[in-house]
């Protein structure tokens, strides 16, 4: 029979290793409350402390461990900080040991750190990245699931759109999150749960949000939209049409002009858009009028 450690799947085996390795005393040496007063001495004992490991990786982990989980006082952690910061992105596998191991602050902390240096450790597609944001928006303390869901938000992060979705169907507050989150991704299966959920919304900023992240998403999100246009809801029926206009292209005046003769009396105002769009197609002048970002406005972010 395998042993337990056999079965664990690399980078689980890896994340399970690095972590043990954290917790040893050759790692850490004797954890104390609180750190040495003068910045001298602080850098002496750091240096003592990172010395005692052989690796840049196994450095960074140490120092991120001490600023984030020991969080000594003195100036031992910002300079047990700067460290970490400086050395994380040779390896991000460092940002998901520490996410697991640390508390809620040490966790928003991870996400920030993330979501400002994204043109270092965002580069390429990363699991390791992927499941700290994935066990962010799944966190109970919602500090932690605002972190996670402002990365999910403005970061191309296609691999945890669903994990976005999720979180937004149990938690409200991330759903205009959410609905940027399928734009910044250009992800056209989406496009279905942005509808329904921004026409069921007052907010008006969502619905904002909803037809820029179908300008962003472009032609593909055409067949969902098409579903919508007809709705029985009229909030519905008007949010596809708002969105539909941001993909409108020659050959859709037949079809704008169908809508004018359904809905027109029920919407004035969008069935005069519908003609003078109509009119702009066929003379190959239309241009759509794309809504501004919408800021997330999450409070402390």
Request: charged residues 25%.
């Amino acid at each position: 029979m395998r042993s337990s450690l056999g079965r664990l799947r690399w980078p689980a085996l890896f994340v399970a290793l690095i972590a043990a390795a954290a917790l040893s005393p050759y790692w850490l040496g004797v954890t104390r409350a609180a750190g040495p007063e003068t910045v001298t001495d602080a850098k002496a004992a750091l240096a003592e402390r990172l010395g005692a490991v052989k690796t840049v990786r196994e450095r960074t982990l140490l120092s991120g461990r001490i600023a984030l989980v020991e969080r000594p006082s003195g100036p031992l952690r910002e300079l047990a900080l700067e460290h970490f910061e400086q050395n994380v992105s040779s390896s991000t596998a460092v940002l998901l040991a520490l996410f697991r191991e640390g508390d809620a602050d040490a966790k928003v902390t991870l996400l920030d750190l993330l979501h400002r240096d994204w043109p270092t450790l965002g580069r390429g597609t990363d699991s390791w990245r992927d499941e700290m944001v994935r066990l962010g928006l799944q966190h109970e303390t919602p500090a932690v699931r605002l972190a996670a869901a402002r990365l999910a938000a403005t970061r191309p992060l296609p691999r945890i759109l669903h994990a976005m979705i999720d979180a937004a169907v149990v938690h409200p507050e991330l759903e205009l999150a959410a609905v940027k989150a399928v734009g910044v991704n250009a992800e056209y299966r989406g496009i279905r749960w942005v509808l329904d959920a921004a026409a069921a919304h007052e907010d008006a900023a969502i619905r904002q949000a909803a037809v820029r992240a179908t300008y962003l998403v472009g032609g593909r999100a055409r067949p969902l939209i098409h579903e919508k246009l007809d709705a029985e809801s009229g909030a519905t029926r008007a949010l596809a049409f708002d969105c539909f206009l941001m993909v409108a292209r020659p050959g859709d005046e037949p079809l704008l002009q169908a809508w004018y003769q359904r809905h027109g009396e029920s919407d004035p105002e969008r069935a005069a858009k519908a003609l003078r769009v109509a009119a702009e197609l066929e003379a190959g002048a239309y241009e759509p009028a794309i809504p501004d970002e919408v800021p997330l406005g999450f409070p402390g972010l």
